[in-house]
Structure formats: C-alpha cells, structure tokens
C-alpha cells in the first residue's frame, strides 16, 4: 500500500512536469487559408482580387474589377485564443471607407456554441457589424450607466451565456480590421473628424488670413511648365510659354471656407449668406475656395458644374479624397485683391465640397493637384498632363473634434457588466473563506452543519453554476497552456470576471486545504452528486463502496483522462473542445442540459450514478480534479488534527469518510480530501469520536475535545 502511494506521488510530480516541459512543442496558428475558400465566400457583383501581402489579405473588386475594398481573415493578424485555446477564424470585407461590408464566421472551437448554444447565436452576432465602421467606438454589450442612443459608443449586442467568447470575437475583428486600415487605408480616419466650431468668432481680414498661412498660394511660371514636358511629344505644344517664360501659367489660390471666421473675411454679405444656407443641407461637408489668376484655368471647357472637376484633385494620408463642385456662386470680400475678383468673373474660380465623415480632416495637411495639360496634334489630339501640388492646412483653433470615447479595456467592460454579482459573489467567497479558515471547528460542531452544508452548496449550484456560469472546467488550463505553447495571449482569461475570481480563491485554496476548497465547496457539478447522493438515500437506494484495492486503482484514472487531454492540447489541439466533454459541465451548468441527447444522457450518466456511488466522476474521472490534486502539492499545513489514537485502534473516520481519503494508519490522503469536515465533526464529538469516549469513562481528557 505505501508503495503503491508513493507511485501515485511520483505519477502527480511526473504530470506536473509533463505540463510544463510541453510548453516548448510547437503550434502553428496563423496560416490563411486557401485562396478558394476565401473567394466562395464572396458574394456577386463583388468579387476576389489579388492578395496584397503574404498575411491573406486580398483586394475586394466590383463588377467593372475596380477596386473597392479589402478582404481578410482575423486569424494570420490576430489570432488571439478563444476559451477553446484556438483562435476565433473570421472574414472581414472593409470597402475603402473602413465600413464593414460583411463579417463571416470561419471556423472555431469555443465549446459554448460547439454543442452549448449551438452555431446560429454565434453568426448572429457578427451580422451586427454590416454598416458600422471601423472608427466606430464598438463595444460588446449595452450601456453602462444609463447610456443612451446618443452616445459615441456604438453597443453590439453579445451571446447570453458566452460573453467571453464574443468578447474574443470583437477584439479578433478590430485588431485585425485597424492593422489593415494602417497597413493598407492610410487615409480612413479611425477617429471623429474635426468640425468647424459655429461659436468661434475671430476678426480676420484677407491680409490676416495670408500671413497666418489660412490662405496658401502657390505659383507657377510658364518656364517651370515647359521644363516638366521637357523630352515629351509636347515640350513645344505651348507656343505662349516659349515667347514668356516669366509669365505666369497658373496662381493658385487655397483657402479653406469651413469656418466660419474665414468665410465671413473672404466672402461678400451676400455670398457668406448663401454659403451657410448650402451648409445648412450638407452640414458634413468642407468647402474649399480655390482661384487661379494666372492663364491655365481650373477645369476644361468640358466641365460640368455641381460634378467632379476634370483637373483637379486631392489627397490626404496617401489616400484620395474626393471633391467635387458645390454648384455656388461666388461673390468675394471687398477686402479680397482684385486679380481674385477678375478670376472669379472669368470663371477661373470654384467652391469644391468634400464629405468630412469619409475621413478628410481639415486641420492636418493635405494635398490639392492641379493638372497642367498639353495636346498634341491637330485631328484627335493626344493630351499630356503633368500634377502641379499645392499642400494646405487650416489651423486647429477654428475646429472642433467630437469627444473621442475610448472603449473600455475589455476586463473592465466585462467587470462593469457583472458589477453586482462580483459582489455578491466576493461577498460569499469570503464568507466561506473566513468560516472555514478560522471557524472550520465550530462549523463541523454545528447541530445543524449538513443543513448548512446543504444550503452553502445550493447556492453554488443555483448562484454560482447556473445564475453566474461560474463553473470551472479544465477548458481553461488547457487552453493557458495552448497559449503558453504558442505563444499567444492570456487576454481570454480577464473576459469573464466572474470565474477568475474563483479560479483565483481555488489556487488560493490548494495552498491552504488542497484540493478540497474547490472540489468540496465550489463546485456546481460536485454539489449537483452530493444532491443526488442525498436523494440515493432518502430512497434507500443501496450504497455502492468499491474495496480498497479498486478504490485506489480507480483513483489513477483520473490523471490518465488529464495526461490523454494534455496530449490532445498539443498534438490535436483542434479536437481539444471535444475531448473536454469527458467533462459533464457544460451539459449540466452552462446550458442546464439543454444540448443534444447524447451529452444529456452522459451527464444524467454520472448524477444517476451519485444516488449509488458517492461522487463517482469527482472521485475517479475528473481531470480538474486531478490538475487540483496535483496542485495540492503547494499545500503549505496538515489543517485536519489528528490523535495517536487514529488509524490505531480506532478507525471511525476512516470508515465513515465517503471519499476514502483517510489511510489505514488514520493519516489524512489530502489529493483525495474534499474538505467535507465530516472526520473533524468526529474528532471533536464527545459522543461520537471513540478515544474521547474511552477516555471520558476514564476520566480523562484527550487534546482536540471540546465541550
């Protein structure tokens, strides 16, 4: 016997190890998938386009195979692991603008929707990101605080009961959609544009706007043009150049008119008037000023008012930004020079408008082009063009930005949403704690303990298990260590508040009590076999015990389940959600039996087995219970007192012990305690524990006895 106990010793030690040296096999998550999976998933009249760089990011292409978008899986970018220990696989298709086109599932393994919930909640969600984009403050939830409709925050509705797993889903798409967004889509604004402020007011005159840089002008000579097509087939198609190479082919004038501040200084009364009236319909676009006072002109004869002009164009942060005319006429400040005016009756003078919510920013630079053309040839004529850029900025002072609300960490968020049963949840917690920790004697000795026992674990069955979806299962150690081994992050763990803190007061425990903290008082499916055992007898269901040799064989299978999953982690992680229903949790508490049959059956298998064989999956098949066991080892005190007495003569605790966690000699087997205090209420009984009684009739008192 004691050499078979110290082989079950050296086995907990070898899985112990056997965890820690896995760490170093490798895992390779991010590959993308093929090019026709991604591409059957595109939906006419769009179609697939090229990959633009070697993380499977392909270019989104219309009927006429322009190019309108990006395509893209989260996982080669940002393949954060999922409560199965895999990443969460999804497509997103962003058009240029950083609006969400379509978001598809892919692939995972989160055991919640696998054979939980089932898939459909699970594509729900990410049908809410069609028509949001990715400057949007997204969150997974609802609003915090009496959050309204007009809040910065846009708020997606989660899964009930897999918070955590949509959180990972959310943060996957986001990481992934900005990382091309900055890669790919320099110019898509990810924040609110700026705006002018209608209350600023500033008395500026024209002379005041050119020296403080709001109006720009920039010049080019009729020499400059000639050296740009110089070596071209219209280096002499300009005839005037050549004969005045000082002369002035194009004066541009830039100037900003979103503020009104400027506006009021550049236009007349009445032009400032019909301004703000366009401004009034369009209140999101920008108009822009732009004269030329030189020979070249702005637009060909072939313009059109009020549609994009033909030589003009713009971009900011790489990226164009589209301009067209606002169809206004302009009546300019008297203050203004006269060349403007002349230019402006001449027709060499627009107001473009352009859209600030597509991500143009007027206080930060940007580029305005002008192009300078040539024609060659008489019948048909070849035109040649070349850009003349003028860059231009207005000053912060005049705008304002919208209040950018950063979304909340994704741990806070979560703490936020289940603030009042963290609570509650702290509260019990440290209740039982302390009760046990410094009133563990008193509460054995309590007339009505098993009444108090009984009460303590409903609660953590109905508040705990099925309320808070607070059980613990080896899901999650498994998937830290599929983390750990490919080095990935432990973000997961903060999604769900509710059973880290349980986890926290578990490990906790194993330094104080083993395994017992956890596996006798906090665990749902546990107190769901006490119940059941309870009925067993209130039934006179006969008792099953197997003998001491099979108990202690049975006792090894437990830490073969936990190495087979360890295996399963590493070599077939994708099996790994699977492979865990060995555990009846999720049937019996995440989803409260609401799954397929099979899985039903299996864990109404196990309850069933309770009214006969007293915790039989606890005992015997548990790989939690078996990773607890182990990290029982950190168990820093032997908190059960013990008399000479025990084991020699007297062995009642060891026969009433249910667990058989009691050995021959009377020496407490803590990796197989679960902390019932049944053996304490003994020790300290008068009536019950026999060496007290020997001694009583002796007169005698023996240390541990109370009154």
């Known amino acids: 016997m004691v050499a078979g106990m110290a082989c079950l010793a050296s086995f907990r030690l070898w899985a112990a190890a056997l965890v820690i040296s896995l760490l170093t096999a490798p895992v390779l998550w991010a590959e ?7 591409a059957e998933r595109i939906f006419a009249p769009m179609e697939l386009g090229e990959p633009v760089n070697d993380k499977g990011v392909y270019q989104l292409l219309n009927s006429g195979g322009g190019h309108v978008g990006y395509v893209f899986e989260t996982l080669p970018m940002a393949p954060l692991p999922g ?3 895999a990443p969460i696989n999804v497509l997103v298709v962003l058009d240029l603008e950083g609006r969400f086109l379509d978001v598809q599932l892919i692939d995972h393994n989160e055991p919640i929707f696998v054979s939980g919930l089932g898939q459909a909640p699970f594509h729900a969600f990410f049908e809410q990101y069609q028509g949001h984009s990715i400057g949007d403050s997204l969150v997974v939830g609802s609003p915090y605080g009496g959050g309204s409709d007009s809040s910065a925050l846009v708020y997606l509705d989660g899964v009930t009961k897999a918070t955590a797993s949509v959180r990972i889903a959310h943060e996957s798409i986001l ?13 898509v604004s990810v924040g609110p544009p700026a705006y002018p402020n209608r209350d600023y007011a500033e008395d500026l005159d024209w002379d005041a706007l050119v020296a403080d840089g709001i109006v720009k002008r920039k010049t080019w000579t009729n020499a400059q043009i000639n050296a740009a097509f110089t070596d071209t087939i219209w280096e002499d198609d300009d005839p005037e150049a050549t004969e005045d190479p000082d002369g002035t082919y194009l004066d541009l004038w830039v100037v900003d008119l979103g503020a009104p501040s400027v506006a009021q200084a550049v236009l007349s009364d009445d032009g400032y008037e019909e301004l ?3 401004l009034e319909i369009s209140p999101s676009d920008e108009p822009i000023l732009v004269v030329d006072t030189g020979r070249h002109g702005l637009v060909s ?19 164009p930004v589209s301009m067209r005319d606002a169809d206004l006429i302009i009546e300019l400040h008297d203050d203004v020079p006269w060349e403007l005016h002349d230019a402006v009756d001449y027709g060499q003078a627009l107001i473009l408008r352009t859209d600030r919510r597509l991500g143009f920013d007027p206080t930060q630079e940007w580029t305005l082009k002008v192009e300078a053309t040539r024609e060659h040839g008489l019948f048909q004529p070849e035109v040649g063009s070349v850009p003349l850029e003028a860059q231009h900025s207005t000053d912060e002072r005049f705008y304002l930005r919208a209040e950018v609300i950063e979304p909340a960490p994704p741990w806070v968020d979560a703490i936020r949403n289940r603030l009042s049963d963290l609570i509650i949840l702290g509260v019990f917690l440290t209740g039982l704690v ?3 920790g410094f009133g563990m004697r008193r509460l054995a000795a309590h007339p009505n303990f098993i009444a108090i026992r009984l009460v303590t674990l409903a609660v953590v069955t109905g508040f705990i298990g099925w309320w808070g979806q607070g059980q613990l299962s080896i899901v999650t150690p498994l998937a830290t260590l599929q983390a750990a081994i490919s080095s990935g992050s432990y973000a997961f763990l903060v999604y769900d508040p509710f059973s880290l803190v349980i986890w926290a007061v578990a490990i906790a425990g194993l330094v104080a009590w083993g395994r017992g903290l956890f596996c006798g008082w906090l665990c749902p499916f546990g107190a769901l076999q006490e119940f059941a055992n309870h009925f067993g007898r209130l039934l006179r269901i006969p008792q099953i015990e197997p003998s001491a040799a099979w108990d202690a064989r049975l006792k090894w299978v437990k830490y073969v389940v936990l190495a087979a999953l360890v295996g399963v982690t590493v070599y077939a992680p994708t099996a790994m959600d699977k492979a865990a229903e060995v555990e009846p949790f999720k049937t019996a508490i995440t989803t409260f039996f609401v799954r397929e049959w099979y899985y039903v059956a299996y864990a109404a298998f196990w309850l069933i087995l309770s009214m006969t064989l007293f915790k039989g999956f606890c005992r015997y098949v548990c790989p939690l219970g078996a990773l607890m066991a182990i990290g029982g080892l950190l168990r820093g005190r032997d908190w059960i007192e013990r ?12 026969v009433k012990c249910k667990y058989a966690a009691i050995k021959q000699n009377g020496k407490i087997d803590y990796s197989e305690c679960f902390e019932c205090l049944d053996c304490v209420t003994i020790h300290d009984s008068p009536k019950q524990c026999v060496p007290l009684i020997i001694a009583a009739k002796k007169g005698r008192t023996l240390k541990g006895a109370t009154a």
Not at 301 to 313: G, H, K, L, Y
């Open 434 to 436: 302390l009760v046990l």
């Open 301 to 319: 004869e072939e313009f059109v008012r009020n549609t994009a002009p033909d030589w003009i164009s713009a971009e900011q942060g790489g990226f």
């Open 175 to 187: 990481a992934a959609a900005l990382q091309v967004a900055r890669e790919k889509m320099g110019g």
């Open 643 to 654: 008399r000479e007495e025990c084991g020699s003569p007297c062995q009642l605790c060891k």
């Open 83 to 85: 409560f199965s220990g």
């Open 32 to 38: 993308p998938s093929p090019r026709e999976a991604i």
């Open 276 to 278: 703000q009236d366009f």
